[in-house]
């Protein structure tokens, strides 16, 4: 492992991690990225949890962050149960593939442990996620939207194994990413930064294939 620190996000580093986003994300999901806006508001959110906003620095360079928002599990009685789900996860793309994503997600997850949750719900690309302890929604009983939706995207990580057996559940996430909807305050956002060129990549429709389709068998 390379000379790195893990540490708490603090003001000082809120442009470059929102810079840090922009590059990681621009034109991976849809041309040009709206995820450095979703960080720019999230941190003002209810649902925010600013314990376990990490950087990742590298002689006092941040290359790489993680974020976590609350979101709920409902099971068939009606009973709410307060889980996690985390992103952006960003590593600077000239330091990927190198296990640094995989270090950021070991290491909030211990200090979410310690902050008394148990299960950790995202929407990726199961290609990022299977190695590190995620598996499909199905698997574990969680629904999205109605019952016996399974989205392929929808993964689950328990983080004490076992803790969602014996229910069915009901995925509710956070409202926070909500605000990328303003595509006007997006865009009004976006030229502050150094213009980019928004292109077509073919990573963009492989996201539309696992966004748009079900876990059905």
């Known amino acids: ?31 040009g990225a709206d ?34 928002t609350k979101a709920w599990l409902e099971d068939e009685n009606g009973t709410r149960k307060e889980i996690l789900s985390f992103g952006p996860l960003c590593v600077a793309p000239k330091y990927q593939r190198q296990k640094l994503g995989k270090h950021l997600i070991e290491h909030s997850f211990e200090a979410a442990r310690k902050l008394g949750y148990d299960v950790n719900i995202n929407f990726g690309n199961p290609g990022n996620y299977v190695s590190r302890g995620f598996v499909s929604c199905k698997k574990k009983n969680v629904s999205f939207v109605v019952p016996g939706n399974f989205p392929t995207a929808l993964l689950v990580c328990e983080l004490i194994p076992g803790v969602l057996e014996g229910k069915n559940w009901m995925y509710i996430p ?10 006007a305050a997006v865009e009004t956002f976006d030229a502050t930064f150094p213009a980019k060129e928004k292109t077509w990549m073919p990573s963009q429709e492989e996201f539309y294939i696992y966004s748009h389709s079900s876990v059905v068998r």
């Open 35 to 68: 995820e450095h806006y979703y960080v720019h508001q999230m941190r003002s959110h209810p649902d925010f949890i600013p314990e376990l906003a990490f950087v990742l620095e590298k002689d006092g360079e941040i290359i790489g962050n993680i974020m976590y």
């Open 1 to 31: 492992m390379m000379d790195i620190i893990i540490r708490n996000e603090t003001p000082d580093d809120y442009r470059a991690v929102e810079n840090l986003t922009r590059e990681s994300f621009w034109n991976i999901y849809k041309p």
């Open 174 to 183: 956070s409202t926070a990413a909500d605000c990328c909807e303003d595509t």
